[in-house]
């Protein structure tokens, strides 16, 4: 079954919690794909709430430790104490503007796995690195440099970078190929193991073209910005799956 992950982004107020709660009831009573909910960190404890089970809550990042003096981060463990069952790391808007290295992801998967956490692992290339035929060659890169040691709950998201929030995406060649790409990587690097790792795609999935992207092999389902802002968008993606 597919797996459609929202990723909020710096959105959401308490009064969006009804989004969540609307998603939770709509997957409650439906033979639906799974559908997950990254909040913002201030909204994940009472998101796991509204979700009252049906519908995984999760982080948009973690510190790479446990606990420690660093003003303003939270860690791997406190987000599993607020309730939530998975983190994303390495989002390509992190990788940029707080120039996360595939090193730095690497740690905070490894600290997700510690603490019991699924993983979401992003990659993508940049529109420059396309053009310059970079693409599998960088996707390549960061995937040895950022995946932990094991694929028990680790998922990989590919999400180009500038397919991100544009309304632009990759023909479903190109996903083919990229996912194609991305499932030798893990088969090579985990064995029989890597071929169970979830491929998710990710970059202006919406309602209108989420069947057309999530029928493409190897896509294993999709991670959702700004559409998963509203359940009735989400719920349009995850009945498309
Ligand atoms: C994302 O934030 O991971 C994402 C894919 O965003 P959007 O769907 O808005 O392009």
Same mark, same amino acid.
């Given at each position: 079954m597919a797996l459609i992950v929202g990723n909020w982004k710096m959105h959401g107020l308490k009064a969006s919690l009804a989004e969540v709660a609307a998603v939770a009831r709509a997957v409650a009573t439906a033979e639906l794909a799974d559908v997950w909910i990254a909040p913002p960190f201030t909204l994940v404890a009472a998101a796991v709430d509204a979700a009252g089970g049906a519908v995984p809550i999760g982080g948009q990042d973690c510190h790479?430790?446990?606990?420690?003096?660093?003003?303003g981060c939270v860690s791997a463990e406190q987000l599993a104490d607020a309730g939530a069952r998975f983190v994303i790391v390495g989002h390509s808007e992190r990788r940029a503007d707080q120039r996360e290295s595939d090193a730095d992801v690497r740690a905070k998967a490894e600290a997700a796995r510690a603490a019991g956490l699924q993983v979401i692992v992003c990659v993508g290339e940049t529109e420059a690195e396309r053009d310059a035929g970079q693409a599998q060659a960088v996707v390549a890169g960061q995937l040895a440099g950022s995946l932990?040691?094991? =694929?028990? &709950?680790l998922i990989v998201a590919y999400e180009p970078v500038w397919a991100i929030g544009t309304g632009r995406t990759p023909t479903p060649e190109d996903v083919a190929a990229m996912h194609a790409h991305v499932r030798a990587a893990l088969v090579d690097r985990?064995? =029989?193991? &890597?071929?169970g790792v979830a491929i998710l795609y990710g970059g202006s999935v919406k309602p209108d073209n989420a069947a057309l992207l999530l029928g493409?092999?190897?896509?294993?389902?999709a991670l959702v910005g700004?559409?998963?802002?509203t359940a009735a968008s989400l719920l349009a993606i995850v009945k498309a799956a």
């Open positions: 790479h430790a446990a606990k420690g003096a660093h003003t932990p040691d094991a =694929a028990d &709950g985990f064995g =029989a193991a &890597g071929a493409v092999p190897e896509v294993g389902g700004g559409a998963s802002l």
